[in-house]
């Protein structure tokens, strides 16, 4: 095969490529090749980019998009070319013990994408990774392709670390972090019946979206000011639920201090240098859940597919910058600069 | 008050003594007196006695008794003289935010019995704290005594750490530690509904009784051998579910070598020198959950108190040693030896 595709290419730390790169095909007879319609960069992404994580210098990068089946292997059965698909970050066999336990972002056969942000992606373990979403792009308008897309990442990641602190109805609930996780987050504790959300933020728009998705209260301060401010908000006894969608031990620790005795932490953002004293959090029991979150679980068992398709929420609006794949560099530098929140890349 | 009672008295590591004391009396209006019928030693208390955790020399101790109430306080409203009682070993305010939310052992306006291996203790914070059992001490065998004494602390400690491991119907469980909140914890397990309950246990005694409460399997393996163990026996995917009684750093990494990605573990035991690392939990979606059990909470709301009173269950059978208040020494030196799982004391 001699054709190629364009593909966002990581050349080094603050450097970002558009290159033509030998087209993505089918490996497997499980896998599915998709045409990108729209993709995005993650929070995740600029740890590379500014080069606190290591990455392959000229690789391609990216894990998460939509698009359309263009063609499946030979054993899969449950998409077919023409399909309209949410490809969430992690791809999952979808049938072991733990995709069935509603973990498949953690499947021991699966994996996370890694290039993304591309014409093209090859899609492994297809039955088992692709979220079928009802007819093709051009029935949804840009809102709602944008929302699609957030349910491949960001808003699934969000409603992962608003059930892992078992945010129940009535709670107030915290949450730390206000890039378009966080934000998420906000949104997720609203859906399920949170009734104050504090939402910790020192940016005038994210606060703002913030307010939009849910949150009743945004607090500036961090480390113990935070933690201060928090209790005086709850008459000394802490949140009943903390969504932790940030993953630095700084914040992590706000994270135990604001904590009502017994609740829970959703953690969802990676862990960088984070250790959790037994000691500190067991005489207060309170829980740690979290991890990379199940997608496709949320997607397809918690409705967060047909509350985007019905416009019963709006997540999409973190995309606060839009690009084409030809921009790539400038989509990275926008986000890094905080410029915006999040950028989309339109194919 | 020149009135003294017998009590149990910590001298130093490995020397304990009865010795008359001042009766315990009310100190506040909220408190209760209480005559004990049972009490025991607990698993806690040979810390201090093996010198491995300090504890005052020539000082009260335990924390477990059941008994009838001899006085209370002019604002005690829930228990009158005369009311049979289990005392959890903490004690709760049992109305603010943190009781409502069910976890009573860690409320803000309680603490922790100190001085119940003796004739009376006082009982602060009456009405949030007793639990109130049918009939009076003499309507029951000393089986049923036996049993109430554990949901003093045992009984509910090894519910807790099924609760907060959340074992579901059909689960494979693990249960670390092979003690009496072990062994309580396997009985908890199968209460909740674990088909398949593998009891971590390398001593002949308390491997049969883990078998009688509902252990489907025991391993004798420890550390790396009982990881590859567990997960052989799990066709590699490891446990649903993670009861961890122990508290050590050791038990604690093979709880999670031996988790099922997703699965959460719940802990009871005391940690000592734990510290968690966040990415080692994080990438497998491995959850942590529990503290000090919220006694009252299982006792009342889920039911503990009925079934050991309708003989549902019979956990009572961890005292494989019966003593009076004057072979306390004996009580201890047992345990200390592993002569028994667990001593209890009869007043």
Same mark, same amino acid.
């Given at each position: 095969?001699?054709?190629?595709?364009?593909?966002?290419?990581?050349?080094?730390?603050?450097?970002?490529?558009?290159? #033509?790169?030998?087209?993505?095909?089918?490996?497997?007879?499980? &896998?599915?090749?998709?045409?990108?319609?729209?993709?995005?960069?993650?929070?995740?992404?600029?740890?590379?980019?500014?080069?606190?994580? *290591?990455? *392959?210098?000229?690789?391609?990068?990216?894990?998460?998009?939509?698009?359309?089946?263009?063609?499946?292997?030979?054993?899969?059965?449950?998409?077919?070319?023409?399909?309209?698909?949410?490809?969430?970050? %992690?791809?999952?066999?979808?049938?072991?013990?733990?995709?069935?336990?509603?973990?498949?972002?953690?499947? *021991? +056969?699966? $994996?996370?994408?890694?290039?993304?942000?591309?014409?093209?992606?090859?899609? %492994?373990? /297809?039955?088992?990774?692709?979220?079928?979403? %009802?007819?093709?792009?051009?029935?949804?308008?840009?809102?709602?392709?944008?929302?699609?897309?957030?349910?491949? &990442?960001?808003?699934?990641?969000?409603? +992962? !670390? !608003?059930?892992?602190?078992?945010?129940? %109805?009535?709670?107030?609930?915290?949450?730390?972090?206000?890039?378009?996780?966080?934000?998420?987050?906000?949104?997720?504790?609203?859906?399920?019946?949170?009734?104050?959300?504090?939402?910790?933020? =020192?940016?005038? &728009? =994210?606060?703002?979206?913030?307010? @939009?998705?849910?949150?009743?209260?945004?607090?500036?301060?961090?480390?113990?000011? !935070?933690?201060?401010?928090?209790?005086?908000?709850?008459?000394?006894?802490?949140?009943?639920?903390?969504?932790?969608?940030?993953?630095?031990?700084?914040?992590?620790?706000? !994270?135990?201090?604001?904590?009502? =005795? $017994? /609740?829970?932490?959703?953690?969802?953002?990676?862990?960088?240098?984070?250790?959790?004293?037994?000691?500190?959090?067991?005489?207060?029991?309170? $829980?740690?859940?979290?991890?990379?979150?199940?997608?496709? +679980?949320?997607?397809?068992?918690?409705?967060?597919?047909?509350?985007?398709?019905?416009? @019963?929420?709006?997540?999409?609006?973190?995309?606060?910058?839009?690009? &084409?794949?030809?921009?790539?560099? #400038?989509?990275?530098?926008?986000?890094?600069?905080?410029?915006?929140?999040?950028?989309?890349? =339109?194919?």
């Amino acid at each position: 095969m001699n054709e190629t595709m364009k593909a966002a290419i990581f050349v080094k730390p603050g450097e970002m490529a558009v290159r #033509e790169v030998p087209k993505a095909h089918l490996e497997r007879d499980t &896998d599915a090749l998709v045409r990108v319609v729209r993709a995005c960069v993650c929070g995740s992404d600029l740890w590379y980019f500014r080069g606190l994580s *290591p990455h *392959p210098e000229n690789s391609q990068i990216g894990h998460e998009s939509i698009g359309v089946v263009e063609q499946v292997g030979d054993a899969v059965t449950t998409v077919a070319p023409g399909d309209f698909v949410v490809l969430p970050f %992690p791809y999952s066999c979808g049938k072991c013990p733990v995709c069935e336990a509603g973990f498949e972002s953690v499947c *021991p +056969h699966g $994996g996370y994408f890694g290039a993304s942000q591309a014409e093209y992606v090859r899609v %492994p373990e /297809a039955d088992g990774t692709c979220v079928k979403v %009802p007819g093709s792009p051009e029935d949804y308008d840009d809102g709602t392709l944008a929302s699609l897309l957030t349910i491949a &990442d960001v808003m699934s990641t969000g409603y +992962h !670390a !608003a059930v892992s602190a078992e945010v129940r %109805p009535g709670d107030t609930a915290v949450v730390m972090g206000d890039g378009a996780v966080g934000l998420c987050g906000v949104l997720s504790a609203r859906m399920l019946g949170a009734k104050r959300i504090i939402a910790m933020s =020192r940016h005038e &728009d =994210r606060a703002a979206l913030a307010r @939009e998705f849910g949150a009743t209260d945004v607090v500036a301060e961090r480390d113990q000011a !935070a933690v201060d401010k928090v209790l005086s908000m709850t008459g000394g006894y802490g949140a009943d639920a903390v969504l932790e969608c940030v993953g630095s031990k700084q914040s992590f620790d706000t !994270a135990v201090g604001l904590a009502r =005795r $017994g /609740a829970v932490i959703g953690r969802v953002g990676l862990p960088h240098d984070v250790e959790i004293s037994a000691e500190g959090t067991f005489y207060g029991n309170i $829980g740690i859940k979290g991890g990379p979150a199940p997608v496709r +679980h949320y997607d397809l068992q918690s409705g967060l597919l047909d509350a985007v398709v019905n416009h @019963e929420i709006d997540p999409g609006r973190v995309f606060t910058g839009v690009y &084409d794949l030809d921009h790539i560099q #400038e989509a990275y530098e926008a986000m890094d600069r905080r410029e915006v929140i999040k950028s989309l890349i =339109r194919f």
